[in-house]
């Protein structure tokens, strides 16, 4: 760190003694301030896969209660009620008002059954060894990522900063005291005292300069793009 402060100063044309003033990183201006653990939060939220895996680990934990159901014997109840009046072949009796009528058998009957299926335990043991794991697979899944999730926002966030730290320095020191070294330069060279080829090297010192600022804050704008990514989504 100090051997790159000390090449910073030795680029800026700053002495020992002088303060190394740094301005705030452009892509950190105009952004809202997040927390770590809100970033967290919000990436456990919003992140697709992560609800994808929560979705199938309900999904595979509905497939084992469903197979663990099925392993069990259906038992069946049937009732059944029916209606039977039959004629007692050609006899005839007579009525209460004296009127010849044929016999008749009049019944209501009810029957009823329960039916138990006899199998062995193991005759589902297969299905239920596969719905299992595949609700542990689903489980652990979900599990890996609510860990690893957390870890890839961190990760994202430190090389933001990192970058927009740089792109600060850039700015506020470097960019800043190379343009002022050549409005220096050009006044001592319009009063004769420095030559146009000085001039000219130290204008090209600041093209190299601007060029390393518009990379520097090229590759903050990517991480800020990764660290949305690792969120899940926009950050304001």
Not at 121 to 130: Q, T, W, Y
């Amino acid at each position: 760190m100090k051997a790159a402060e000390w090449e910073l100063r030795r680029l800026c044309g700053l002495e020992a003694g002088e303060a190394l003033a740094l301005a705030e990183p452009e892509e950190a201006r105009g952004r809202r301030s997040y927390a770590m653990g809100e970033l967290k939060k919000l990436a456990l939220e919003r992140r697709p896969e992560l609800a994808l895996a929560r979705a199938e680990e309900a999904r595979s934990a509905a497939e084992a209660r469903l197979a663990e159901a099925q392993g069990r014997p259906d038992i069946t109840i049937s009732v059944e009620y029916a209606l039977r009046n039959e004629r007692f072949g050609n006899l005839y009796g007579q009525t209460a008002a004296g009127a010849v009528a044929a016999l008749r058998d009049r019944d209501n009957v009810i029957s009823g059954g329960v039916s138990i299926p006899l199998f062995a335990k193991r005759r589902n043991a297969g299905n239920l060894e596969a719905a299992a794991a595949r609700a542990v697979g689903a489980r652990d899944r979900r599990q890996y990522l609510e860990v690893a999730i957390p870890l890839e926002v961190q990760a994202a966030w430190e090389r933001w900063r990192a970058a927009a730290e740089a792109l600060g320095i850039l700015e506020g020191a470097v960019v800043r005291q190379a343009e002022k070294n050549v409005e220096v330069m050009q006044q001592a060279y319009e009063l004769g005292q420095l030559r146009l080829l000085d001039v000219l090297n130290e204008r090209r010192r600041l093209m190299e300069t601007q060029v390393a600022r518009a990379g520097a804050e090229g590759a903050a704008r990517r991480r800020w793009i990764e660290l949305e990514r690792a969120v899940g989504g926009e950050l304001k």
